[in-house]
T-cell receptor, first 111, second 115 residues
């Protein structure tokens, strides 16, 4: 069964800290992996898309890596800010338009 | 370029009623997918439409249905509402024409509350 797991479920850090969010998936034959941000009661904002042939993608203070062989992706956030507080979701596509989501990591950045 | 638009943003319905939600994808996108988000189950795939055809369907009862129009706008319908249908319903669009490696863009969602 194709599943996506995100650990930890919640994370609290002081402002300015660099942090890593983890995502693992069960089947390495992925098409792509996408990281999203969700603010309370809102929709999903796409942060980064990594194709199966790529090892990492960067956007501003965000860097996402992909290791298909180990079934893992990480989202690195540099110099965290209170505005980064949100739930971060990892989603994997395995050959159809369907995305399979993890349960998310709720991040709180304390001023 | 306008994003994905979902209407209405909020709905309150009574058990047994039916409801229709609407999604307008990003201009030029022909793939529209629907997801249900609940605190317990997280985000679960409902169905995907591409060029007015349903391409994939998730594990939901037949009370959940959808359709896509020639302008790519999509609607989903839930009949005989149950309390457990209370959720945030999210729509995603993508430019599926070129390749499977496409980025999905989500709308703000419709918050459905069944009382």
């Amino acid at each position: 069964k194709q599943e996506v797991t995100q650990i930890p479920a919640a994370l609290s850090v002081p402002e300015g800290e660099n942090l890593v969010l983890n995502c693992s998936f069960t089947d390495s034959a992925i098409y792509n992996l996408q990281w999203f941000r969700q603010d309370p009661g809102k929709g999903l904002t796409s942060l980064l898309l990594i194709q199966s042939s790529q090892r990492e993608q960067t956007s501003g203070r965000l860097n996402a890596s992909l290791d298909k062989s180990s079934g893992r992706s990480t989202l690195y956030i540099a110099a965290s800010q209170p505005g980064d507080s949100a739930t971060y979701l990892c989603a994997v596509r395995w050959g159809s338009e369907k995305l399979v989501f993890g349960k998310g990591t709720k991040l709180t950045v304390n001023p | 370029k306008a994003g994905v638009t979902q209407t209405p943003r909020y709905l309150i319905k009574t058990r047994g009623q039916q409801v229709t939600l609407s999604c307008s994808p990003i201009s030029g996108h022909r793939s529209v997918s629907w997801y249900q988000q609940t605190p317990g189950q997280g985000l679960q795939f409902l169905f995907e439409y591409f060029s007015e055809t349903q391409r994939n369907k998730g594990n939901f009862p037949g009370r959940f249905s959808g359709r896509q129009f020639s302008n790519s706008r999509s609607e989903m319908n839930v009949s005989t509402l149950e309390l457990g249908d209370s959720a945030l319903y999210l729509c995603a669009s993508s430019d599926r024409d070129r390749t499977m490696n496409t980025e999905a863009f989500f709308g703000q969602g419709t918050r459905l509350t069944v009382v």
